[in-house]
């Protein structure tokens, strides 16, 4: 029963050694420990402040990113707005000179049209004097052969006048 109830002697002993301990513990051990929770400590905090300008230049990253995202795609928006503008006036130039180039066309296949008509017109003229000259010329042979049939071929022909001037 000395192990339930101890004697002083044991007890003296155990005070002892535990206090030799403590002193040991204390001079040695404690120290190594303080400053081992101290650099973890220490590591700790320059972790958190290392993390913590981390999140602050991740966070510049990405007001940067959306900067540069912006500045793109207005950069996007003014090519397309040029190239838009740029197409249009390609088309608005080519209209117009087709436009020209057809007024032209026509202007000039009218001009031939005319200068040709005139051709056929005088062509027909021609060959209509001609044909009048000689008929009348036969006409005239076969017809005024006598003086009775000269004056009433003059008179047809007085009495015709009216007539072939109003149409």
């Known amino acids: 029963m000395s192990l339930i109830t101890p004697e002083i ?3 003296f002993w155990m005070v002892v050694i535990f206090g030799v301990v ?3 513990l204390a001079k040695v051990g404690f120290p ?4 081992s929770v101290e650099k973890r400590s220490d ?3 320059e972790s958190l402040a ?8 991740l966070a510049g990253v990405a007001e940067e990113q959306k900067k540069i995202l912006a500045e793109a795609r207005a950069e996007q928006g003014r090519i397309i707005a ?4 740029a ?3 390609i088309v608005q130039e080519a209209r117009d000179k087709a436009s020209e180039d057809a007024a032209l066309l026509l202007q000039q296949a009218k001009t031939q049209i005319a200068a040709e008509r005139e051709g056929a017109l005088r062509d027909i003229r021609r060959e209509v004097a001609v044909l009048s000259v000689q008929v009348a010329g036969e006409v005239l042979r076969k017809n005024l052969s006598d003086d009775a049939s000269q004056r009433e071929l003059v008179d047809r022909i007085i009495s015709d006048l009216p007539e072939t001037h109003v149409s």
């Open 9 to 11: 002697g044991l007890v």
């Open 22 to 24: 403590f002193a040991i």
């Open 32 to 35: 190594i420990i303080t400053r």
């Open 43 to 45: 590591h700790i905090r």
């Open 50 to 57: 290392a993390a913590e300008e981390a999140r602050a230049q």
């Open 82 to 85: 040029d190239a838009t503008k």
């Open 87 to 89: 197409a249009q006036s």
